[in-house]
């Protein structure tokens, strides 16, 4: 068994890519210059064209053009051929703007068919002060302009000749930045862990840990022109493993820590998106048969976040409460009371899907490798689940009571609520958790209005009759707020029933398909075997890829 393992990661502006703005001189009329600012940039066939001794070979290696052109996109193509000596008469050129400051280790350019013999780039500050200007010669169709550059406003990329005569200059992509692809001997050690709750009482975040050998030096922590400086929180890492030929994607990570030595070590600490989410706030508010759907969008629609819903979940609502806290938090709330898998894994996307409760996958013993270890957990023999219904009380209270400086202040409650009256200030946004108010001068601002009361109630799910010689154990289930009373009996008939899933099993597996969130049943030589989730998964990706698996069943 042959392994191999792979990371695709740049250190450019994360930012700058929304930001930017082109003006192109010369360029073919079908041709759309931001094609090129895509993440996978322009892409057409070989076809066809009028550079003399190139664009129409006889042998069949080019095709026409499409009667309709829109049907690819070209990016940067040049409407003048090279002269004689490979120049330009007016020398193709293009100006990229942006409305903020970036910065990068450079500019990253992909080539077709014809690589120019030189690419002129002029960094300006927004003001318009030239930053830089240098020459580069590509030596191959994606090429790296490698001149780290900070704060600039403006880039000029000029093309003054290409490495041949009668050529059109054909770029299609363009990254304010570079790309780093870590493969072979630089890779030292790499280890993905994932993890999910099969009934949404967290929301995991998976991780991976990533050591590499910086071979040129661009990720020195003590070299102060080094490319580690560009590194930006949600830096984003494509891993891909290969096993016996298979190349397989293991996921989107984003950068969350970097550590290096003097030499030439760098370690990456990276989480998935669930990491990301976890930074971010959500304000929350008070949910009157909210659509799922609805309050999804509300959560990860800002942030440009897909995601997938079972169609077992369309068409629900909810009913309920949620604070101010992270979106991650939220999205935790929203699962619980579901009963929903969130799960990120070797996906780009977070998909939303209820437990799988039949095993469609046999890991046989085979596959396991000594040292297995089974846990008996403890028994829950009821679970007690408080639902939550909010009701405005009658009575006008004070809410808040603060000395604000003067401007917009946001000022933020205790318990949910709907504001009434503001003194000391000008309510300009009125929130379940907060007041946006205008102070004209420093001063108190008394907010007031009516709380919502949180009217709880237990429901239970439970063993009946207790079997011989078995003690009752409760597991309460008190903050899920978004559980109101509709929707609390099935949630604790669901949790006890996972909670009889009492076996533990932890162990190595030799590489296979395995994902956390699927349903597998677990083999073992003497016959027996043990049905239930995988909860947790923590692939070596540098040590053959064996897999550590946690499962739960019965």
């Given at each position: 068994?042959?392994?191999?393992?792979?990371?695709?990661?740049?250190?450019?502006?994360?930012?700058?890519?929304?930001?930017?703005?082109?003006?192109?001189?010369?360029?073919?009329?079908?041709?759309?210059?931001?094609?090129?600012?895509?993440?996978?940039?322009?892409?057409?066939?070989?076809?066809?064209?009028?550079?003399?001794?190139?664009?129409?070979?006889?042998?069949?290696?080019?095709?026409?053009?499409?009667?309709?052109?829109?049907?690819?996109?070209?990016?940067?193509?040049?409407?003048?051929?090279?002269?004689?000596?490979?120049?330009?008469?007016?020398?193709?050129?293009?100006?990229?703007?942006?409305?903020?400051?970036h910065?990068?280790?450079?500019?990253?350019?992909?080539?077709?068919?014809?690589?120019?013999?030189?690419?002129?780039?002029?960094?300006?500050?927004?003001s318009?002060?030239?930053?830089?200007?240098?020459?580069?010669?590509?030596?191959?169709?994606?090429?790296?302009?490698?001149?780290?550059?900070?704060?600039?406003?403006?880039?000029?990329?000029?093309?003054?000749?290409?490495?041949?005569?009668?050529?059109?200059?054909?770029?299609?992509?363009?990254?304010?930045?570079?790309?780093e692809?870590?493969?072979?001997?630089?890779?030292?050690?790499?280890?993905?862990?994932?993890?999910?709750?099969?009934?949404?009482?967290?929301?995991?975040?998976?991780?991976?840990?990533?050591?590499?050998?910086?071979?040129?030096?661009?990720?020195?922590?003590?070299?102060?022109?080094?490319?580690?400086?560009?590194?930006?929180?949600?830096?984003?890492?494509?891993?891909?493993?290969?096993?016996?030929?298979?190349?397989?994607?293991?996921?989107?990570?984003?950068?969350?820590?970097?550590?290096?030595?003097?030499?030439?070590?760098?370690?990456?600490?990276?989480?998935?998106?669930?990491?990301?989410?976890?930074?971010?706030?959500?304000?929350?508010?008070?949910?009157?048969?909210?659509?799922?759907?609805?309050?999804?969008?509300?959560?990860?629609?800002?942030?440009?976040?897909?995601?997938?819903?079972?169609?077992?979940?369309?068409?629900?609502?909810?009913?309920?409460?949620?604070?101010i806290?992270?979106?991650?938090?939220?999205?935790?709330?929203?699962?619980?009371?579901?009963?929903?898998?969130?799960?990120?894994?070797?996906?780009?996307?977070?998909?939303?899907?209820?437990?799988?409760?039949?095993?469609?996958?046999?890991?046989?013993?085979?596959?396991?490798?000594?040292?297995?270890?089974?846990?008996?957990?403890?028994?829950?023999?009821r679970?007690?689940?408080?639902?939550?219904?909010y009701?405005?009380?009658?009575?006008?209270?004070?809410?808040?009571?603060?000395?604000?400086?003067?401007?917009?202040?946001r000022?933020?409650f205790?318990?949910?609520?709907?504001?009434?009256?503001?003194?000391?200030?000008?309510?300009?946004?009125?929130?379940?958790?907060?007041?946006?108010?205008?102070?004209?001068?420093?001063?108190?601002?008394?907010?007031?209005?009516?709380?919502?009361?949180?009217?709880?109630?237990?429901?239970?799910?439970?063993?009946?009759?207790?079997?011989?010689?078995?003690?009752?154990?409760?597991?309460?289930i008190?903050?899920?707020?978004?559980?109101?009373?509709?929707?609390?009996?099935a949630?604790?008939?669901?949790?006890?029933?996972?909670?009889?899933?009492?076996?533990?099993?932890?162990?190595?597996?030799?590489?296979?398909?395995?994902?956390?969130?699927?349903?597998?049943?677990?083999?073992?030589?003497?016959?027996?075997?043990?049905?239930?989730p995988?909860?947790?998964?923590?692939?070596?990706?540098?040590?053959?890829?064996?897999?550590?698996?946690?499962?739960?069943?019965?």
């Amino acid at each position: 068994m042959t392994t191999s393992c792979e990371f695709e990661f740049g250190f450019w502006d994360v930012t700058a890519r929304e930001d930017a703005a082109f003006w192109v001189s010369g360029n073919q009329p079908f041709a759309r210059i931001e094609d090129m600012n895509t993440e996978k940039g322009a892409e057409y066939p070989d076809v066809v064209t009028l550079e003399p001794n190139f664009g129409w070979p006889l042998d069949g290696s080019k095709v026409w053009s499409p009667p309709d052109p829109s049907a690819y996109t070209w990016g940067w193509w040049s409407e003048e051929l090279s002269g004689e000596d490979g120049g330009f008469s007016n020398p193709p050129k293009l100006i990229t703007t942006f409305t903020e400051n970036h910065s990068s280790a450079g500019v990253t350019l992909r080539f077709f068919a014809t690589l120019p013999k030189v690419v002129n780039i002029k960094w300006y500050d927004l003001s318009g002060r030239l930053l830089a200007d240098e020459d580069f010669i590509p030596d191959s169709m994606l090429y790296f302009c490698d001149c780290l550059v900070e704060n600039y406003g403006k880039v000029v990329i000029t093309i003054p000749a290409m490495s041949a005569a009668q050529r059109f200059l054909r770029c299609t992509y363009i990254l304010f930045g570079a790309l780093e692809i870590l493969d072979g001997t630089r890779v030292e050690k790499a280890t993905l862990c994932e993890e999910v709750s099969p009934v949404g009482l967290t929301l995991p975040i998976n991780t991976l840990t990533l050591s590499f050998h910086d071979d040129k030096g661009r990720f020195r922590l003590l070299d102060p022109s080094g490319a580690y400086r560009l590194f930006q929180w949600k830096q984003q890492v494509a891993a891909t493993a290969t096993v016996d030929g298979k190349r397989r994607g293991m996921g989107i990570f984003y950068l969350q820590e970097m550590e290096g030595e003097v030499d030439s070590l760098v370690d990456l600490q990276l989480v998935n998106i669930v990491g990301i989410l976890d930074t971010i706030d959500f304000d929350g508010g008070i949910y009157e048969d909210v659509p799922v759907r609805e309050l999804l969008d509300a959560i990860l629609g800002p942030e440009g976040i897909e995601y997938s819903l079972d169609a077992g979940f369309e068409g629900e609502t909810l009913r309920g409460y949620l604070p101010i806290g992270s979106k991650r938090c939220a999205l935790q709330q929203i699962a619980v009371a579901l009963g929903a898998v969130v799960d990120t894994t070797r996906e780009e996307i977070i998909r939303i899907y209820p437990m799988p409760t039949v095993a469609d996958h046999t890991v046989t013993p085979a596959r396991k490798i000594v040292g297995h270890r089974a846990v008996l957990e403890e028994l829950f023999t009821r679970v007690d689940v408080t639902a939550h219904t909010y009701q405005l009380s009658e009575e006008t209270r004070e809410l808040s009571k603060t000395v604000e400086l003067p401007g917009h202040r946001r000022i933020t409650f205790r318990a949910p609520a709907a504001v009434e009256a503001v003194t000391g200030g000008t309510l300009v946004e009125s929130h379940h958790n907060y007041a946006v108010v205008d102070v004209a001068a420093e001063g108190e601002v008394l907010v007031t209005g009516r709380e919502y009361v949180d009217n709880t109630t237990i429901y239970t799910a439970q063993i009946d009759p207790l079997p011989a010689g078995v003690k009752s154990s409760t597991k309460p289930i008190k903050d899920a707020t978004l559980i109101d009373p509709a929707r609390a009996s099935a949630v604790a008939r669901r949790l006890l029933s996972y909670y009889q899933m009492r076996y533990t099993d932890e162990g190595q597996l030799l590489p296979g398909d395995e994902k956390i969130g699927q349903v597998i049943e677990l083999q073992s030589i003497g016959g027996k075997s043990l049905t239930g989730p995988i909860q947790r998964l923590t692939v070596d990706l540098t040590g053959g890829h064996l897999i550590k698996a946690t499962m739960r069943g019965a």
